[in-house]
C-alpha cells in the first residue's frame, strides 16, 4: 500500500478544512437520532473521521461521551471549537487500538471511503472489536479544491463485508443530497454487534 495515498487525503483535508466545512449542507439528525435512542445514558461513542465535528460529533457530544478520530490537523481544529465536550485523537482510523468491547456505538460518516479498500476487512472487524456486544455502528460508503483519494467497494460488497465480520445489518438505505457538485449518493447503513 502506497502512503502517499493516505498522505493526499490528510493533506488535502488541511487545504480545505474551512471551505469544505462551509459547503456541507449538514444532514438530518435522523439516523443519529435513531443510533442515539437505543444507547444507555453516558454511552460511549467513536466518531471515525470526524472531520471538523459536525453533524455527528457535536450532536452526539451533547448527549453521550465521544471521541473523534480524524488525522487533519486543520479538522480537528475545526472540531474542537464546534464539539468542546468531545475528546479528539490525531490519528489513522486504521492504526488505532482500544481495548475490546470499550464502545457503545461507532459512527464513520464519509470517512471509511478515504481507507484504501484492501484495508476495509480488517478496519471492520476492529471496529466489531471495540463494541460492546449490542452495540450499534452507523456508517456511509461511495459516492473537493485539493487533491483527494476514495477507496470504496460498491454497496453490496460494503453489506458483505460487514455481514462477514458478524454484524448484523439493520438498515442499507441509500440517499442522494445535493452537493457542491450536484447531486451525491451515499448508502447509509446501520448495523449491530450481536448480543
Known sequence: MNPSFKRVVETGYDRVAERYLASKDLEDPTTLAELAGQLPPGAAVLDLGCGAGVPATGWLAQRFAVTGVDFSVKQLEL????????????????????APET??????????IHVPRAEHPALIGNIRRWLKPGGGFLATWEGWGAPMRWSHYDGQTSLQLLRGAGFAVEQAEARTTRGTRGDESWLWVLARRPL
Do not use: G, Q, W, Y
Open 79 to 98: 472540531a474542537r471549537r464546534n464539539a468542546p465536550s468531545a475528546s479528539f485523537i490525531k490519528a489513522d482510523m486504521t492504526d488505532l487500538e482500544f
Open 103 to 112: 464502545f457503545d456505538a461507532v459512527v464513520a460518516l464519509h470517512s471509511i
